[in-house]
């Protein structure tokens, strides 16, 4: 979500009509991250890059150039010699130089290239995932005691070893995509309890060496508000887990979905995880087809609206998973790169990758993107009544349904003023009859460039805003701070009350 300001301290009316301004940027930077775990392996056997211009470069400093500012990279406990790894069905996959050796000299790297690190335990020696959580063949015969140990030394030792190099790693995540648990069948998510230990053991090792880094529990299937609930409700409430950070993945092209069906639930399951428990929250893997790099970048951009949606600055990166890769060159096909072959052992970055740079994001609202307005209140959005197209149609809240009536373009007019356009009618907010009257009813009608159809927003302390009319200095709310559906949008005096904020984000 865009972060508009303006100047506090004069009497609205004098704020509304002359100190009115935008600030082009974000409110706080979030982390624009990449995993790079097969680079290493990929270099080794020959392969290099090109920029989207076609000019040839290292991975890093490309990623850099285009926005991206951490790396996530991470460390399997005894990978096989050739790092390979054969799925349970036969396919064959590489790992990337992903043991202690190459962890410590990817980080180094990433660190003199003056990125931000997380490191990534899976603790097994291949990848974990909610299919596969296996124990690491060193462990196979310890108990659950013995894994309490095994956990805290081994976390310790690697954080340990970056520690010795001075790296500092921002974010750590204890476990990867750990729906079904980790160091199965011990940790499993069917005993919470123990689950819980281990994870906790991690969290302490982590601590121990680096106390300022970020601890991150990170699940698979972030657009599932219900697991988040069920997992977060046991580990954190009932069994008394220890973390800083909600962590996520989010691919849509893995559930056979656009991001366009699904990018409000991970919005929702975020700024649930934020609000429900307190924690910060980030994305730690999203990826799409290589084939689309229009569709990749229109994902990224909606993912990083999504997090910097988060009330209170809760949220805190997107990383990609992994934008060097090509299917053509990989055993197991993965198809969520962001390059294209050139050649046999040439890949060339898609425009996919520019979407990290900064510059996309710059100014919010973005006028070519559509928001939903969800009242803090209430929990529901403006909605064109009866998805009507006519002139002076009541704008009223409703359950979010995702209906054309319910999405809403900022397109700026002047110095910082917006009509809020209707995508099913393409008519704007309006007062009715010019009215300064407080109750004054908010309808749908042609825009004629009234000040009535023109409005500000301010964001308040909790990261919600404000919507300000520009003719008469008041604010939206709900008619008698109605929480119902059909309960009818209007302008009233400012109070500082839920009714009257509101959380903007992007859905398309």
């Given at each position: 979500m865009r972060r508009i300001f303006k100047r506090m301290g004069l009497s609205l009316a004098a704020v509304v009509l002359a100190f009115v301004f935008p600030l082009q940027a974000y409110a706080q930077d979030i982390a624009y991250g990449a995993d790079v775990g097969w680079l290493s392996q990929l270099e080794a056997s020959g392969y290099t890059w090109q920029d989207v211009d076609g000019s040839t470069g290292d991975v890093l400093e490309i990623l850099k150039e285009h926005g991206v500012d951490s790396i996530r990279l991470r460390?399997?406990?005894?990978?096989?010699?050739?790092?390979?790894?054969?799925?349970?069905?036969?396919?064959?996959?590489i790992l990337g130089y992903c043991?202690?050796?190459?962890?410590l000299y990817m980080a180094q790297r990433a660190k003199d290239a003056g990125f931000s690190i997380m490191v990534d335990f899976h603790y097994s020696d291949h990848f974990a995932d909610p299919e596969y959580q296996d124990m690491p063949q060193e462990w196979e015969s310890a108990v659950y005691n013995d894994l309490l140990a095994y956990v805290y030394d081994y976390t310790y030792y690697i954080m340990n070893q970056l520690a010795q190099k001075n790296i500092y790693p921002e974010f750590v995540q204890v476990g990867n995509e750990i729906n079904s648990g980790i160091l199965l069948p011990y940790g499993s998510s069917n005993n919470f309890e123990q689950l819980t230990g281990l994870l906790n053991s991690g969290y302490d090792a982590v601590k121990a060496v680096s106390p300022n880094s970020k601890v991150v529990t990170h699940l698979a299937n972030g657009q599932n508000n219900e697991t988040f609930r069920w997992f977060f409700d046991n580990f954190l409430n009932t069994y008394g887990?220890?973390?800083?950070?909600?962590?996520?993945?989010?691919?849509?092209?893995?559930?056979?979905?656009?991001f366009e069906n699904t990018i409000d639930d991970l919005a929702y399951n975020l700024t649930d995880m934020a609000q429900r428990y307190?924690?910060?929250?980030?994305?730690?893997?999203?990826?799409?087809?290589?084939?689309?790099?229009?569709?990749?970048?229109?994902?990224?951009?909606?993912?990083?609206?999504?997090?910097?949606?988060?009330?209170?600055?809760?949220g805190l990166g997107v990383y990609w998973w992994e934008p060097e890769a090509n299917s053509n060159i990989l055993p197991d096909g993965y198809p969520l790169g962001m390059t294209q072959q050139i050649s046999s052992k040439t890949l060339r970055f898609t425009n996919a990758v520019t979407a990290f740079e900064k510059s996309a994001?710059?100014?919010?609202?973005?006028?070519?993107?559509?928001?939903?307005?969800?009242n803090k209140n209430s929990d529901m959005?403006?909605?064109?009544?009866?998805?009507s197209k006519s002139d002076a149609a009541d704008i009223e809240q409703y359950e979010y349904s995702e209906w054309d009536s319910q999405k809403w373009q900022f397109v700026e007019v002047e110095d910082g003023y917006y009509k809020i356009v209707n995508k099913n009618s393409g008519r704007v907010l309006d007062i009715n009859g010019l009215s300064t009257a407080s109750g004054a009813a908010c309808i749908q009608y042609t825009y004629n460039g009234g000040w009535n159809q023109m409005w500000c927003l301010e964001e308040t302390t909790d990261g919600y805003y404000k919507i300000i009319n520009?003719?008469?200095?008041?604010v939206l709310g709900m008619s008698g701070n109605s929480a119902l559906e059909g309960g009818l949008c209007v302008q009233l005096p400012d109070v500082e009350d839920d009714n009257q904020k509101w959380l903007i984000q992007v859905v398309q």
């Open positions: 460390v399997f406990v005894r990978p096989p010699s050739t790092f390979r790894w054969t799925k349970n069905d036969g396919t064959e996959c043991d202690t050796t190459g962890l887990g220890k973390t800083d950070v909600i962590g996520m993945s989010y691919y849509p092209y893995w559930i056979g979905s656009s307190g924690k910060e929250v980030m994305v730690c893997e999203i990826g799409a087809d290589e084939a689309d790099a229009a569709g990749s970048y229109e994902l990224v951009q909606a993912v990083i609206d999504a997090v910097h949606s988060v009330p209170e600055g809760k994001y710059e100014i919010f609202p973005n006028a070519v993107r559509y928001y939903k307005i969800q959005v403006l909605n064109v009544a009866g998805g520009r003719n008469s200095g008041m």
